[in-house]
């Protein structure tokens, strides 16, 4: 059981928004930076986001994360075929000392 | 071009010991933290193990701790997962990471870890 929490699953139409939450606590989103990660089908994870809204390299800009509270939020505007993928927040974790990932949501087309 | 290159994988049987290692390139490997994190089939990423950079301070998750020791080599560039006391729920991908401003910023391709008997 993950102690932070994400929808299972969100859809949009083409070309629409999409809206990811990711919610913890104190000790995590309260206290650390989010990251967000991307994983297509069959392949390795890649980072999105850091540091709650920084976009590494090549990463597009219809990708944008904020954080507000225990809370945190990953938006996807202008949805394409290639964004069909699991996305799961992470943090540092400080009552536990270990990195914490969400359990993920999985991205679909209406 | 940062490279993260996990060494084969394999079947082993419960109780049995496996290490594993990640060769990296492309970036100053000393100077930076490493990451190890699993997948197992058809569930979620949870997160292993961390080392800092100078390897002053390992990190552990609790389904690991114990029986996982992560170790460094900076000078053959290379990060290890030496796991111990391996269960059937070890079974996943594990996957190295370059960690570096609070998130794994790049990830290798994965190697998969059987534990069966």
């Known amino acids: 059981q993950s102690v932070l929490t994400q929808p299972p699953s969100v859809s949009a139409a083409p070309g629409q928004k999409v809206t990811i939450s990711c919610s913890g606590g104190s000790s995590n989103i309260g206290s650390g930076y989010v990251s967000w990660y991307q994983q297509l089908p069959g392949t390795a994870p890649k980072l999105l986001i850091y540091?709650?809204?920084k976009r590494p390299s090549g990463i597009p800009d219809r990708f944008s994360g904020s954080k507000s509270g225990t809370s945190a939020t990953l938006d996807i505007t202008g949805l394409q075929t290639g964004d069909e993928a699991d996305y799961y927040c992470g943090v540092w974790d400080n009552s536990l000392s270990a990195y914490v990932f969400g359990p993920g949501s999985q991205v679909t087309y209406l | 071009e940062v490279q993260l290159l996990e060494s084969e994988g394999g079947f082993v049987q419960p109780g049995g010991s496996l290490r594993l290692s990640c060769a990296a390139s492309?970036?100053?490997?000393?100077?930076?933290?490493m990451s190890w994190v699993r997948q197992a089939p058809g569930k979620g990423l949870e997160w292993v193990s961390a080392i800092s950079a100078g390897a002053s301070g390992t990190y552990y998750s609790d389904s690991v701790r114990g029986r996982f020791t992560i170790f460094r080599d900076d000078s053959k560039n290379t990060v290890y997962l030496q796991m111990n006391s391996l269960r059937d729920d070890d079974t996943a991908m594990y996957y190295c990471?370059?960690?570096?401003?609070?998130?794994?910023?790049?990830w290798g391709q994965g190697t998969l870890v059987t534990v069966s008997s």
């Open positions: 492309g970036f100053t490997f000393s100077n930076s933290a």
């Open positions: 990471a370059q960690r570096a401003l609070h998130a794994e910023q790049k």
């Open positions: 540091e709650n809204n």
